[in-house]
């Protein structure tokens, strides 16, 4: 069955440390890519997409991407967490010549002072 | 306005009442979708309209769900007879086209069924 996954359910890091959240995809054909932050009681926001071409993507606020086709993988970056990067992460796919989201558990990220 | 907007932004009803949701998409957007936030369905998709096509109602849950969406820009979202269950977080988008282009979410309407 086509689905994304996102394997960490909450991840807890240091202000300052490094940031990876894992995003994997079970589809036919590779689908186009996003990931979306959440913030407490706010929409989504779009942080950077994949449609095809350069693997490593770069998005909004410092984070990147990379797009790894052997692995079915898109996960999510940064180099040096803020304490505003607390929030929900949600990796997300529209399957060629699709329409609709298809999104992931979601990953919620604690940054420790 | 700048961004797509949702309204009311909670909403507390009785089982068994009907309530509606509304959305503004952002102008110039053909595309509108709805989502569900929920504990235990995560982020799901409920229903798709892109211009002046039949919407894309694969998602919708049962039959006491309904959108419409009217002269291609406000939509509206009914759900009839609520149930506890339809206790959610209901978010709307919208984008240029359908297909990859970026969806735009509004902040939602937190519904809760008492």
């Known amino acids: 069955a086509q689905s994304v996954t996102q394997p960490d359910i909450h991840i807890t890091v240091s202000e300052g440390a490094s940031l990876e959240l894992r995003c994997n995809y079970s589809y036919g054909a590779t689908p186009y890519l996003f990931w979306y932050v959440q913030s407490p009681g706010q929409g989504l926001q779009l942080l950077l997409k994949y449609f095809s071409g350069d693997t490593l993507v770069q998005g909004i606020k410092g984070f990147e991407a990379e797009f790894k086709r052997s692995q079915s993988s898109f996960n999510l970056r940064k180099p040096s967490v803020h304490w505003s990067d607390a929030a929900e992460y949600f990796c997300a796919v529209v399957r060629a010549a699709g329409n609709k989201l298809t999104f992931g558990g979601g990953t919620r990220v604690l940054v420790k002072p | 306005g700048a961004g797509v907007s949702q309204s009311p932004s909670n909403k507390v009803t009785e089982k068994g009442k009907d309530v509606e949701l509304r959305c503004d998409p952002i102008?110039?957007?053909?595309?509108l979708y709805w989502y569900r936030q929920s504990l235990g369905q995560g982020l799901e998709f409920l229903i798709y309209?892109?211009?002046?096509?039949?919407?894309?109602k694969s998602g919708l849950p049962s039959d006491r769900f309904s959108a419409e969406r009217t002269g291609g820009s406000v939509s509206t979202l009914t759900i009839q007879r609520t149930q506890q269950e339809d206790s959610a977080v209901y978010l709307c988008?919208?984008?240029?086209?359908?297909?990859?282009?970026?969806?735009?979410f509004g902040a939602g309407t937190r519904l809760s069924v008492l």
């Open positions: 309209f892109q211009g002046n096509s039949a919407p894309d």
């Open positions: 102008s110039g957007h053909t595309a």
């Open positions: 988008a919208s984008s240029l086209g359908g297909g990859q282009d970026i969806q735009y």
